[in-house]
Structure formats: C-alpha cells, structure tokens
C-alpha cells in the first residue's frame, strides 16, 4: 500500500482519487477551498433546495466518462437531462440555432451558405479526424471551407468570445470538438453540481481517503529516497506519490527542481480567465423561455453570454427566484477583474432591456460575483506537441490539468477522464 496525495479537490483529483483508493492504496486530498468542486462548485443561498453553480455548467448525453463514474458510484438516478433552446443574436433580434431545423431558419445565412455550413459540419462531426486539423488555425480553416460569409457571421463571434485577442491562435482541432460530441440535450444532477461533488467526497470517504480542506500547499519537492515532501501552511508531509491537479503555472512555482524544459512547457501554456455575474430577478427574462443567448462582441452587449439558468431548471428549486448568469472569458488584465459586484451589475442590467423590452431594474433581486483567472485553455497549433507530460520528470510527481484534456473542452466530463488516465499511469508505475 503507498501513501498517496491529490492535490485539489475537483473532479479531476475525486476521479482520481476514487481509482487509487480502490486499488488499495491510501489517498489523501488537500483543497485550500472549504468545499471540493474547483470551477465546478457551487453555493446556496438558505431559502433554495438546491445549490447553484457558480460558473454555468452542464452535461452532455456524450459525456461518457462522467455519466459512467456516475453509475459507478450507483447515483444515476439523480441525473436528469432537458432539452432547453439556445439562440444566436443576429440583426437586432434572436434566433435558435441548436437544431438543424432551426439552423435552415436562420436568417443569416443564404441557402447555399446554409448547405455549405450543413455539409462541411457533417464532415467535422462524422468524418474527419482531430490530428490533421490541429495543424491549422480554426480562423485560417473555417474562412477557407465554410466560407467568409458563415464564418464572420457565425464562427468567428464564438471565437472572438470564447478566446478574445487569442481568437486567431486557436487550432482546428478544438473546434472540431465542439462539433464532434455536443448535443441538445443537456444534463445535471440533483441538487446542483455540487450536491454531486459532496455526495462523491463522502463516499471517498467512506472508502478511506482523507480530505484536508482549507489547504494550501507552499511547495513540492522530491527526496533522495524517490518519495515527495509537500510544504504545507503548517508544516510538512511526505508521500510516495503525489499527483497536482493545479494550474500548469502554479505546479512550475511550486516544483523549483523541475527540470527546465518541462518547466518551459508549464509556463507557456496560455489561458485567459472568466468572469460571472449571476442575478437573481423577480420575474423571467426571456419571454420565449430560451436558456443561452450567445451574443457576438460586435453587438455591443457588455458580456458574451447570457444564460437563464431556471429556464432550464424549474425556479422552484430556488424559492421561486428567476436565476441568470451574464459570463464572459478575458484576459486577467481587463477591468472586469478589478471593478466591484456594484460597478459590474451597473455596467451588465441595462443591456438586459435588449432581450426584454419590459425589464425594470427593480426586477433584481440579489447578485453574486466570481471570477476564476485560470478558465479556459488556449490552444495553439500544433498544440499536442506542446502538452507537459502526466509524469512529470521527477519521479513519483504527476500532473493533470484541464490543460491536457485537449483537444476537448474543459468541464468535469474531460477532468474525470483525465483523473482516471492519471490514476491508471500510477497505478501502472506502483
């Protein structure tokens, strides 16, 4: 049996956890947050039944590697799927835009840009491969076979959205991911994400892993005798493997003897951060019950999407209040990272009455504010290259990060997957 930590207490480290706890070994967990779930937590205010992410999440009914961890631990009754409609801004107004259906009636697009768009969407989802597409940016590719006008129109706006001054940097291969495994449907589970992360650390815990919470750790570094010490915020602890589900730059901070040229590839990795403000209104915003709104930065809404989060699940979980998220991904220079909740529900409420004419600013009730520097991953040409290793160059050191679930997106489907392959490497070295 080896003494075994996961540092972090996200999807990823729980998956991971649950795997080297099984083989027999003793795990422990450190999270410097109260709670497990990293960007996939939650909160709850006293009056609701159910906790609310503070980042937007959902699952999709492809979404193999948790729903089957899910079934694992015996909690696949608590999932539940619902198909709500999400729209694209467009000449001042909304249209759906998750169907094919839907996608013949949009008015954007001519009859031959909306074949084109059609056909060289089936070649992404059901023919092509992700490896010869990371060779090309997806701003260089989509211009070239969807065409200039159903690339500006459509494409180009998520990317300018998702990666802001990084858009033109992205690879094919993540977008050809979006199209590869996405679907109407989407899923979460009773309770809330983190109603499903709490259930899965008690059940660790009944298996024996130890969790230690409120955690941080100051620094890692290898022993003669191939073990790790981690420096912890009152002392120190030392263990036969150690696996760090931190930012790529955070473990090249804390692992000093990391040799160079792995270190070289934590650093440069780029990322951008997110930024949620969630409201809570008295009265449902959408009119037509639609749950995502992508708006393009062109349109001149302060925030790239708008999600009505109890048009997908019914407000009753949350004493009857109407609950909508106004996110956005930027670069931790912008001053959305620095303004107060205050200035940011001044700067977000009036372009509401956009989407609703009839909305009054005494609509709102209550806000929250999170803001997460490390959310989203860019992916560069060629990017497969560029990936740290799970084994890191110290022995017994593992890494895994939402970095490395390239070339799909980040979100706790990939974290899991990647906790597990990172379990097995370990387990295989045991």
């Not at 083989?23 to 039944?49: I, M, N």
């Not at 009914?61 to 539940?80: P, R």
């Not at 895994?400 to 490497?425: C, F, H, K």
């Amino acid at each position: 049996m080896k003494n075994i930590a996961v540092i972090g207490a996200g999807a990823g480290g729980l998956a991971a956890a649950y795997d080297l706890v099984q083989a027999g070994h003793q795990v422990t967990v450190f999270e410097q947050e109260s709670r497990p779930g990293g960007l996939a937590a939650g909160f709850k205010e006293p009056e609701w039944d159910w906790e609310l992410e503070k980042f937007y999440h959902h699952w999709f009914q492809s979404d193999h590697a948790i729903l089957s961890l899910i079934n694992e631990l015996g909690l696949s009754d608590k999932v539940e799927f619902h198909q709500p409609t999400t729209v694209m801004y467009y000449d001042g107004d909304f249209y759906p835009f998750d169907t094919p259906i839907a996608a013949l009636k949009f008015p954007g697009l001519s009859f031959f840009g909306k074949m084109r768009f059609g056909f060289v969407t089936v070649f992404l989802r059901y023919l092509a491969k992700w490896q010869p597409l990371e060779k090309y940016t997806a701003h260089e590719w989509m211009k070239k076979y969807y065409g200039e006008k159903v690339y500006s129109t459509m494409l180009e706006p998520m990317l300018v959205g998702k990666f802001s001054s990084h858009y033109q940097d992205v690879n094919m291969a993540w977008f050809w991911a979006r199209f590869k495994a996405r679907t109407p449907k989407l899923g979460t589970f009773n309770g809330g994400f983190q109603a499903f992360l709490d259930q899965f650390a008690e059940i660790l815990s009944q298996k024996g892993v130890r969790f230690s919470f409120n955690t941080g750790i100051r620094g890692i570094q290898p022993l003669e005798n191939g073990q790790i010490e981690l420096s912890l915020e009152n002392g120190k602890a030392i263990f036969d493997q150690v696996l760090a589900t931190v930012p790529p730059f955070l473990l090249a901070k804390l692992t000093p003897s990391l040799d160079e040229v792995y270190k070289q590839k934590l650093t440069s990795l780029k990322n951008i951060g997110a930024v949620v403000l969630i409201l809570s209104i008295k009265k449902p915003l959408s009119k037509k019950g639609y749950y995502w709104f992508n708006l393009p930065k062109s349109s001149g809404f302060p925030f790239l999407a708008l999600v009505e989060h109890t048009n997908f699940l019914a407000p009753e979980h949350y004493n009857g209040e109407h609950l909508i998220y106004c996110g956005d991904y930027l670069e931790n220079s912008h001053e959305y990272f620095s303004l107060t909740k205050e200035e940011m529900v001044a700067r977000f409420l009036p372009s509401l009455k956009r989407i609703n004419p009839d909305f009054q600013t005494d609509w709102l009730q209550k806000s929250w504010l999170f803001r997460a520097p490390y959310a989203q991953p860019v992916p560069g040409v060629n990017h497969s290259e560029k990936l740290p290793a799970i084994q890191t160059p110290i022995s017994n050191l593992y890494f895994a990060s939402m970095s490395q679930v390239y070339p799909w997106d980040r979100g706790t489907n990939y974290a899991v997957e990647l906790g597990r392959r990172a379990a097995g490497i370990m387990l295989s070295a045991s």
